[in-house]
């Protein structure tokens, strides 16, 4: 058969609908692609060294930059280490309060006036706080360098704090948070935050309490920004169509004189907790209850975090093959998802199962979930699971990192976190290194069905009965 008369058939089959069994093959017996073995993966560095250059000042700012001028755009940025967690249970809000108004007016630039600025420009500025962080960036096209510089240092270095800006930021933190409350999946993650780490940072989420929002201002917004935002705390980063080099001048030039301070402390730790509690938050209008099952887990420094980050995914973080899954919702109909994780922070986060069911079977969903984790302990990964899941995260780790932004983004957040710069080189040998038993021992040692605390929002008037062989309950109201 000809090229041409091969190429006739292909598009006379591709409209008749005729099967990709029956497709010719050009150029003789070649396999289909999809026959093939997938090639194997190349442990090297995620970026090419000549590309990524860092520097750290005389004041202690660290600058990243990644050149990738294959489109002419670029993404700038400046992170600092510290966030919501260095802020007081009376201050819950402050770390999303500061980030806020910090993009609502700096320099000689008022809010309209920033907004308009950065909307001429086709331009995006976003300023967030997070437990761990709080970060300003800036990203349009490279031709707009110097104007989307100024604005960032100005957002870093100048906020306004203006007054009016106050009052309207205030107005919304509050309302956002009453909306919030009305979110049963909210409710849930909230109470348990609160029974979790009594006395806290981690016990309000990072907007705050409308108790405390309202009592916050100019002064402590701006207190805070001065404490947290000094140069030895943060990380310049930029990455996209640039000059390394001249960027790097400008900004020593820009950031040369930037008050120094002291790096504030991490925080409190949170507390620990043993002993199985349940909380129900009374909601007699739901026909469908939220459920949150966990307890304290691991620090984003655990040095066992590989182990135990494969563990759990088999437990209930690689979707509908999770063992957490193919129990709960395809043996027993009983929800649409439900999922596990270890929510790795500078300080000791969570380790949290999150589900929800028709009220008459929570009782049945809880039994379930902690007979999954207690099974994980005594019945640990199989070959056959460890070896899919090896495959999974070292297929979703190059997912994770197609983008130039995405991998400046990755290595950004070593730095902010303390880790090893190479982190990301040797993560895909570190997953295929592992073995049966780190993983076996990671379930032991990290999983805790008896110390369990259990939250779940619904009718309190059916669901205390359900929940009462499992542990004391204490009803709340939202």
Known sequence: MSRLHALVSLLASLALGV??????????SAPHAWDLAPPPVQDRPVVDATRLH?????????????????????????????????VPASEAGLADFTA???GRGAGQRDALELASAVDALGASLAVSAGWDTMSAGVGGLSRDRELLFEVLADVVLRPRFDGDEVDRVRAEQLAALEKAREDPKTLAAWNFAAALNPGHPYQWPTSGRPETVEKLGAPQARAFH?????????IFYAVGDLDPGALMTQVERAYAGWPSGPVPAPG??????????????DRPDLGQAQIVVGHPGITRLEPRRIPIQVMNTVLGSAGFSSRLMSKIRAEEGLTYGVFSRFAGRRLRGPFVVGTFTRVPEVG????????????????????????????LLVGRFALGLETSS???????????????????????????????EQTAA?????????DALIVVVGPAETLVPQLEPFGPVRVVQP
Do not use: W
């Open 364 to 391: 049945r969903v809880i039994e379930l979930t902690l007979a999954e984790l207690e099974r994980i302990r005594s019945e640990p990964p199989s070959e056959q699971e460890l070896a899919a899941v090896k495959s």
């Open 100 to 102: 806020e108004l910090m």
């Open 442 to 450: 990671a379930a032991r040692d990290f999983v805790r069905p008896d």
């Open 226 to 234: 001065q404490r947290v935002f000094v140069p030895a705390n943060a």
């Open 406 to 436: 995405a991998v400046l983004s990755g290595l950004v957040e070593l730095d902010a976190q303390g880790l090893p710069a190479d982190s990301l080189d040797t993560y895909r040998g570190r997953i295929r290194a592992l073995q049966l």
């Open 19 to 28: 099967g990709c069994s029956s497709l010719p093959h050009f150029g003789g």
């Open 54 to 86: 860092r520097r750290t000042l005389a004041n202690g700012l660290v600058v990243i930059i990644l050149e990738d001028r294959r489109l002419p755009r670029l993404d700038m940025g400046v992170m600092v280490r510290r966030g919501a967690a260095i």
């Open 268 to 281: 409190p730790e949170p507390p620990d907790r043993t002993g199985r509690n349940i909380v129900v938050v």
